[in-house]
């Protein structure tokens, strides 16, 4: 949460700028806002922002995307691509990222290591060789 604790004039600060100041101060709230994985959530914020006065549908292409992949993850999201980054609510941006994450991010499993005896490598004529097996 954010509040305006005091307001400062222009005329506090030298060369005295063309706009009125403000201390703001910012309290973290104890539950977060929308359920989101930051990893996903905040490089889709950044390409939404990424260039001035652009539609949706632009500026996120600079998350590596061509344009009907992101006409379609718009329309996943029930959001219109015609609208700016800064009409986005919290809550739009965590589906747009909830759904991207969905759409274009490969679930990845780690993979078993099994390693099939001791020693676990073997110098062979001046190469390491490692036994060992990935198992999806």
């Known amino acids: ?12 600060f ?9 201390v703001v101060v910012c309290t973290p709230r104890p539950k977060a806002l ?8 905040f490089p889709v914020v950044k390409a939404a922002f990424s260039v001035r006065r652009k539609m949706l549908s ?16 718009l329309e996943e999201a ?6 700016r980054g800064e ?15 969905k759409m274009f991010i490969k679930k990845q499993s780690t993979p078993t290591r099994v390693l099939y005896y001791l020693p676990l490598f073997d110098l062979h004529g001046g190469k390491l ?4 097996n990935n198992i999806a």
């Open 58 to 73: 632009n500026a996120l292409r600079n998350i590596g995307l061509n344009g009907e992949q992101v006409q379609a993850w």
């Open 87 to 101: 009409t986005l609510t919290i809550q739009e941006y965590a589906t747009l990222s909830n759904v991207y994450e």
């Open 78 to 83: 029930g959001i219109d691509g015609k609208r």
């Open 14 to 22: 030298i060369p005295a700028p063309k706009v009125d100041s403000a």
């Open 129 to 132: 060789i490692v036994f060992s």
């Open 34 to 41: 929308v359920k989101v994985k930051e990893e996903v959530f």
């Open 1 to 12: 949460d954010t509040k305006i604790a005091i307001q400062v004039p222009a005329s506090s």
